[in-house]
Every structure is written in C-alpha cells, then in structure tokens.
C-alpha cells in the first residue's frame, strides 16, 4: 500500500502498487481480503476508482460504523501495509474509450467510484479521439450534503476544463447556503432534464443504494431508453457491488 487519501469524513482513497497486475477496466472492482492473526478471515468487494492507464491501484472506500473491513481500510492501514486483493473482477458494468458515447453517469453515495474511473479513463483518452464531442458526457450525482461530495474538487476541475463534461449535483438532507442546484433525492423531472435525448442512444450507467438504482433505471427505460443500454451496479448488504 501506497498511500491513504482522504475525500470526504468518512471516506479514503487508498492506493497500491500491485505487482504483476494484469490491468482492468473502468467499472471492474477487485475482491480485498483480511487475514487475523488468530487465521480468521473476511473479504469485501470494493470498485476501482482509478483508471486503467494508472500505473497504481486506487479503491475509495467508505467507512461503515458495523463493518469488518471498511474501518481497518479507512482508519488503521498505513503506508507499508499489505493486504491480499483478488481480481479485476466484472465484465458487464465496464466503459471502454472504444465503446464511444455520449455517457450519462447516475451515481448515489459511493456509488460515483466505478463512475469516476470511467471519468479518468475518459480523460485520460481523450486526445486520441478525433471528435471530443461523441464523448460528451453527463454525471447526476446524488449526496446527502455538500460536504459529502467525494471527488468534489476534482469533479469540479474536470468540468471547468472540459466542455464535454457536465456534473449536476443533487443534495438530499442539507445544502450550503446560496446553493442554486437540486435538492431532493433523483426523481422522474430531474432525470427528463438531465438525460441525454433518447434518439442520440446514450450509453447509461447508474451506480449506488439499490433503492436509488432501481428507481433511476426504471424510469430512464419509462423515459424511452433502451433498457439494453441501461447497465447498473448496486450495493449488497454488505456494501458490496453487484451489477444487472
């Protein structure tokens, strides 16, 4: 392990240099296990946040108070430390620069980590394509509170610097004051006046609470999006991906 970051109270970025790691995808997670010493051991599933052209590993992991994992992640690991990971894991919830666009992003919570890599790695590759603009993407990101926000400066940058890239933020319990933007959770008005027009066939990817993933897929395919093009990845009960 590299380094430990910190995005917003209750999540961290950590980063690690993996030997020998074959490279994945934007949307793949890997599967990261703990070992006692009494030999007891847990595993967790956390999404890839960095972008397949990082030469580094990054997972963002938010700590839950119940959990067995999140904690020592986000509150005890130090640089040095090893830990076992296993993967990249998915093949369905991923986004290849090849795959093309225009991409509407729908994150809830955590659920914006494999969106941002797909964020990344859209950048990264964007001076290999010839027509930025069939790359133009969106991102709707529901968080609780301004100070929730995780990417927020880097999520703000990117959108400063490129015009191809849209973040619409969402807050659902309190805002800052003078904040202009929505604030209620994602609902059938917000997605008819963000999505991208069905006739242009975007490539969709919503990622969050299951309650949130749920809604927000079925009324896109409601809206007139090919559900074929709706992809999802939700959190088990353990927080956990599992994409549909």
Same mark, same amino acid.
């Given at each position: ?55 580094? %590993? @990054? ?8 959990? /067995? &994992?999140?904690?020592? $992640? #986000?509150?005890?690991?130090?640089? !040095? ?73 880097? %999520? @703000? ?8 890239? /849209? &973040?619409?933020?969402? $807050? #659902?319990?309190?805002?800052?004051? !003078? ?66």
């Amino acid at each position: 392990m590299v380094s430990v970051n910190p995005e917003t109270a209750r999540t961290r970025t950590v980063v690690f240099d993996v030997p020998k790691w074959p490279g994945h995808r934007a949307g793949q997670h890997v599967d990261v296990r703990l070992t006692a010493g009494d030999g007891y051991q847990t595993e967790r599933s956390y999404s890839i946040a960095s972008a397949p052209n990082d030469p580094r %590993l @990054a997972l963002t992991i938010e700590r839950l108070d119940d959990g /067995e &994992v999140s904690p020592y $992640l #986000t509150e005890e690991l130090r640089a !040095g430390d090893q830990i076992e990971l296993r993967g990249p894991i998915g093949g369905y919830f991923v986004w290849d620069i090849e795959t093309g666009g225009p991409l509407l992003l729908v994150g809830g919570g955590s659920g914006i980590v494999p969106l941002m890599a797909m964020i990344r790695h859209r950048q990264a590759s964007l001076a290999s394509v010839p027509n930025a603009e069939t790359l133009k993407t969106r991102l709707l990101y529901s968080s609780r509170a301004w100070e929730e926000i995780i990417y927020r400066d880097e %999520l @703000a940058r990117l959108g400063a610097e490129d015009p191809t890239l /849209e &973040v619409v933020h969402t $807050l #659902t319990r309190s805002a800052p004051e !003078g904040w202009s933007g929505f604030r209620r959770r994602i609902d059938r008005e917000m997605l008819a006046a963000t999505a991208w027009p069905v006739s242009e066939s975007p490539r969709i990817f919503v990622c969050g609470p299951t309650p949130l993933v749920e809604s927000v897929a079925g009324t896109l395919v409601e809206l007139g999006h090919d559900p074929a093009l709706v992809k999802t990845e939700r959190f088990g009960p353990t927080g956990s991906p599992s994409s549909q």
